[in-house]
């Protein structure tokens, strides 16, 4: 049966796309349309890809891509994915790479009742690759922030927030602290963080 590796080794043929329709499993074809980008091609064999075991690390790099497309209109199906992709770059990666940590940070995002587990090893591991002032590593602190604050723990949150913020100052960062000091009484100091995340939104227009 046709691979996704194979099928990228003759993806620049004018036929290929014919001939892989004609020869490859419906799992195989959901990939490699997903690795091209054409997720809406690939979404009829969504369930083939779920349920199918195994997979190598193109395969976890078009489910991850596929995964950030559907975020939007379909957070189940994309969690289902990134689960899959996190399965596969878990057993061939090392332990603080950042692919397997971009993928344990957006499940976590999609989960974060029970994403906190999954956020501070994306963290520790953008930490390790990247640095602690990396822009990832400001993400990895807000999705932590946000999973904390689900589970009650205001201070916890807060402190990941204005991490997060240090470390970058965007609209989100900004909102994120903006939106836990408005639920924990201080409207008051959530204003000037609120009235800076609009003045970024205005000035990237």
Known sequence: MATLALALLFAQSADF???????????????????????????????????TPG?????????????????????ESAAQLYAKALDIRAKALPPFDPDLATTRLNLAGLNLETGEPLARLALEAFEKSLGPRHERTAAACGTLGAAL??????????????????????????????????????????????DRAKAIRARAR
């Open 17 to 51: 796309e014919t001939l892989y329709r004609q020869f490859a499993g419906p799992r195989d074809l959901a990939l490699y349309l997903a690795h091209r980008g054409d997720f809406d091609k690939a979404a009829p064999y969504l369930k083939q890809v779920i349920e």
């Open 149 to 194: 604050a689900v589970k009650g723990d205001v201070a916890g949150a807060e402190r990941m927030f204005r991490r997060a913020l240090t470390i970058k100052e965007t609209p989100a960062a900004l909102e994120n602290l903006a939106d836990l000091l408005t639920q924990t009484g201080r409207a008051a100091a959530a204003r000037p963080l609120l």
């Open 55 to 75: 997979g190598g690390l193109p395969e976890a790099r078009a489910m991850h891509n596929w995964a950030v497309a559907l975020e939007e209109r379909s957070p």
